[in-house]
Each structure stands twice: as C-alpha cells, then as structure tokens.
C-alpha cells in the first residue's frame, strides 16, 4: 500500500503569504497519478489539481503544483481568507487508492 | 450542473446491512468510473470501493477493509451507483461520499451519514 505523508498536519498564513503543503510517498507514483483536494469546513471534499499540475476547472491560478517520483506539493501564490481549508493528496497509482492525512491551513 | 447526491445512510446496529445509493446528473455517467470514500475523525479520507466501465467489464476494488463484506455495482441506465454493506462494524462508520473518476475524483456528492452502533 502506498503511503502519503503529508507536511505539515495544520499551518496558520497570513493574507498574501505563500504557502507550501508537501506530500511524501514511501514509493514512487508516476505524476499521472497524484492529485490535490480541497475541503472547506462543512462541506464535501473537491477536486484542486489532478495530475500533479493540472488546475480543476474554476480553480483561482494562485494554486499550483508540482513534483515527481516520491514528493509533491502543492502551492498556494498568495493566501486568501477563502482558501481556509483541509487539503489532502491522493493517489490513484495503485489499488488501494491512498489519501494524505491532510493539512488543515488556517488563516493568522 | 454535476451532481451526486447519495442516500441511504442512518443508524445500523452491529452485523448488520445497509445499501447506499448515488444518483448522478450533469455528466455522462457511463464514462466515469465511479468510487466510494467514506471519511471519519479517526481515519480521515478512505477510499472504499471502485467500480469501472463497461468496456472494462464492470470490473471492482475494494479496500481490504471492505473485502468481502461491501459490494458496489451499478446501473448505468440510471446513472446510479451503489453500496450494499454486509456485517458492519463499527469501524465502517462514517460519511460516505460518492466520487466520480475521471483523470481523479472529479466529482463528489454532499456524502450520507452511516453510523454503526448498537
């Protein structure tokens, strides 16, 4: 079964800031594989980036993400009050599918 | 509008079964594999179940936590998938969501309440 790690567990940001999540595989996943959710307080979890790169449809282009083999992150350019969420990493490589156990991002 | 809205969840006593259900609207159903997450405090996010096309002949996974006790099918004619959950545990408790695969879990359902308790 294939592991994600997920770092860190929760963070706080200020408006503006630059924010990195990282998600860490104890194997490695083809990019093809790895994709980003987002989970507001109350609601379902959503679809972020697919891919590792690849913004859903309607996500702000202030998301971004990137890596390969083992690591991956996600980004966020600039934080808004409104990206106040739990973000988990997935992936669909192999059976079972695997999520992160999410980094819940606050707001200072 | 993509929608998935599930049903059939409540209370259940220990050992006992429970079929959810999930209707989809908005996309074409019969292109999407279709999986099953549930989410709890203690687990968070877990994927339970994936059922395929039917050119990849309805083929299924499960988790092994599931394995032999969870059953996922569906019906494309009425874009709909279920779960039949025999001998619960109190384990399987949670919020059960619906998700559509296409590259990844594209769509999700608002999720429906299973509660595993005597």
């Known amino acids: 079964e294939i592991v994600l790690t997920q770092s860190p567990t929760t963070m706080a940001a200020s408006p503006g800031e630059k924010i990195t999540i990282t998600c860490s595989a104890n194997s490695s996943i083809s990019s093809n594989y790895l994709h980003w959710y987002q989970q507001k307080p109350g609601f379902s979890p959503k679809l972020l980036i697919y891919r590792t790169s690849n913004l859903a449809s309607g996500v702000p282009a202030r998301f971004s993400g990137s890596g390969s083999g083992t690591s991956y992150s996600l980004t966020i350019g600039t934080m808004e009050a409104e990206d106040v969420a739990t973000y988990y990493c997935?992936?669909?490589?192999?059976?079972?599918?695997?999520f992160g156990s999410g980094t819940k991002l606050e707001i200072k | 509008e993509v929608k998935l809205e599930e049903s059939g969840g409540g209370l259940v006593q220990p050992g006992g079964s429970m079929k959810l259900s999930c209707v989809a609207s908005g996309f074409t159903f019969s292109n999407y594999w279709m999986n099953w997450v549930r989410q709890s405090p203690e687990k968070g996010l877990e994927w339970v179940a994936e059922i395929r096309l039917k050119s990849n002949n309805y083929a299924t996974h499960y988790a092994g936590s599931v394995k032999g006790r969870f059953t996922i099918s569906r019906d494309d004619s009425k874009s709909s998938v279920y779960l039949q959950m025999n001998n619960l545990r109190a384990e399987d408790t949670g919020i059960y969501y619906c998700?559509?695969?296409?590259?990844?879990?594209?769509?999700w359902g608002q999720g429906t309440s299973v509660t595993v308790s005597s």
């Open positions: 998700a559509a695969f296409y590259y990844a879990m594209d769509y």
């Open positions: 997935q992936q669909g490589s192999s059976i079972p599918r695997t």
